[in-house]
Nanobody, 111 residues
Framework: VQLQASGGGLVQAGGSLRLSCAAS????????MGWYRQAPGKQRELVAR???????TYADPVKGRFTISRDNAKKTVYLQMNSLKPEDTAVYYC??????WGQGTQVTVSS
């Protein structure tokens, strides 16, 4: 399966963006789907992940602001990002089963 992330862009602090990760094939067979991000000069880090039962996990910096969801019928995983901060600026990647990676989408938050 291939993953295609989209929805990134430039937004002011306090704004919102919705990222989408469209898969070329079924994602229902993957227990874990997730979003990661990598800021310049930093290591890639987990943002959020969701399992096949809908249980979610969030990194502390995004708790209460970001929401991950998955639609197996549409073969798509979403990341709703609200109350964005400049420190959220990064390239965001989607991932299936922590082994299959999509290309990144740039998110830039201006102060």
């Amino acid at each position: 399966v291939q993953l295609q992330a989209s929805g990134g862009g430039l937004v002011q602090a306090g704004g919102s963006l919705r990222l989408s990760c469209a898969a070329s094939g079924s994602i229902s067979r993957f227990n874990l789907m997730g979003w990661y991000r990598q800021a310049p000069g930093k290591q890639r880090e987990l943002v959020a992940r969701i399992n096949s039962g809908g249980i979610t996990t969030y990194a502390d910096p995004v708790k209460g602001r970001f929401t991950i969801s998955r639609d197996n019928a549409k073969k798509t995983v979403y990341l709703q990002m609200n109350s964005l901060k400049p420190e959220d600026t990064a390239v965001y990647y989607c991932c299936a089963a922590e082994t299959i990676w999509g290309q990144g989408t740039q998110v830039t938050v201006s102060s």
